[in-house]
């Protein structure tokens, strides 16, 4: 598989917290930095997706943002 992301980090997956419609995946990139996302359930399955397994973390985005008060 190609892709244009260019922001594609290697992780393995430390945790999968279900809801009713989509999931938290939880990869653990290394020196401590955990990088979340929100998928739907049918992508899990579809991906094969278990804790312990390695997975990307594939970034594409125009802006993040970040806020406090």
């Given at each position: ?65 970040v806020?406090?008060?």
């Amino acid at each position: 598989m190609k892709i244009s992301a260019r922001n594609q980090i290697k992780g393995k997956i430390i945790a999968i917290q279900k809801g009713a419609v989509n999931a938290i995946i939880k990869l653990d990139i290394g020196g401590g930095n955990i990088i979340s996302a929100t998928i739907s359930l049918e992508s899990i399955d579809e991906l094969g997706l278990e804790v312990g397994k390695s997975a990307y973390a594939i970034i594409k985005a125009t802006s993040v943002m970040v806020g406090v008060e």
